[in-house]
T-cell receptor, first 119, second 111 residues
Framework: AQKITQTQPGMFVQEKEAVTLDCTYDTSDQSYGLFWYKQPSSGEMIFLIY??????QNATEGRYSLNFQKARKSANLVISASQLGDSAMYFC????????????????FGQGTILTVHP | ETGVTQSPTHLIKTRGQQVTLRCSSQ?????VSWYQQALGQGPQFIFQ???????GRGNFPPRFSGLQFPNYSSELNVNALELDDSALYLCASSAYRGEQYFGPGTRLTVT
């Protein structure tokens, strides 16, 4: 079974500073995908960034980058130049991408980290 | 915005009642997944529908059921509501095994 662990219930960062949100995962699958989502107070899950298990380079999307360390089974999100609008709940999630068996692309989420950006 | 819509936005029901939540998928997507997110928790997978058939289910009892229609929109039905069913219900649409795009959710309160 897949498991995602986010050990930081809450994080604080000063505007314009960088922040790292931690995520570790556990899976016996060789092929998988890792995601980060942002959830504002409105509730909608907003996709931020994706890393495939066979991707050799860390994913980047604008101010978001994913620090992928496969041997440590970690997939930390780095947000550079934090903005007040970054204040939200952040979820790390995993998806099995194997084609066979009962794989159907379900996402397994962590418990989330609340990020607060101070002016 | 993702193009995935959900209705209603909020809902209050009494324990023992039944509820139907609706989701319209993004154009071109044939798969809908449903998730339950209790307050302060991460979303939990309920089930997925692909081409009108259930294509995988999480650890939820049979009183959670669903449908997918020919236009790929979907319904989540919950019978015999319990207090613990109070949560945000999220649907996500995708091409099969593709990227999942989430709707804004339906917040269900059971009293």
């Amino acid at each position: 079974a897949q498991k995602i662990t986010q050990t930081q219930p809450g994080m604080f960062v000063q505007e314009k500073e960088a922040v790292t949100l931690d995520c570790t995962y556990d899976t016996s699958d060789q092929s998988y995908g890792l995601f980060w989502y942002k959830q504002p107070s409105s509730g909608e899950m907003i996709f931020l960034i994706y890393q495939g298990s066979y991707d050799e380079q860390n994913a980047t999307e604008g101010r978001y980058s994913l620090n992928f360390q496969k041997a440590r089974k970690s997939a930390n999100l780095v947000i550079s130049a934090s903005q007040l609008g970054d204040s939200a709940m952040y979820f790390c999630a995993m998806r099995d991408v194997n084609a066979g068996g009962t794989s159907y692309g379900k996402l397994t989420f962590g418990q989330g980290t609340i990020l607060t950006v101070h002016p | 915005e993702t193009g995935v819509t959900q209705s209603p936005t909020h809902l209050i029901k009494t324990r023992g009642q039944q509820v139907t939540l609706r989701c319209s998928s993004q154009s071109g997507h044939n798969t809908v997944s449903w998730y339950q997110q209790a307050l302060g928790q991460g979303p939990q997978f309920i089930f997925q529908y692909y081409r009108e058939e259930e294509n995988g289910r999480g650890n939820f009892p049979p009183r959670f059921s669903g449908l997918q229609f020919p236009n790929y929109s979907s319904e989540l039905n919950v019978n015999a509501l319990e207090l613990d069913d109070s949560a945000l219900y999220l649907c996500a649409s995708s091409a099969y095994r593709g990227e999942q795009y989430f709707g804004p959710g339906t917040r269900l309160t059971v009293t």
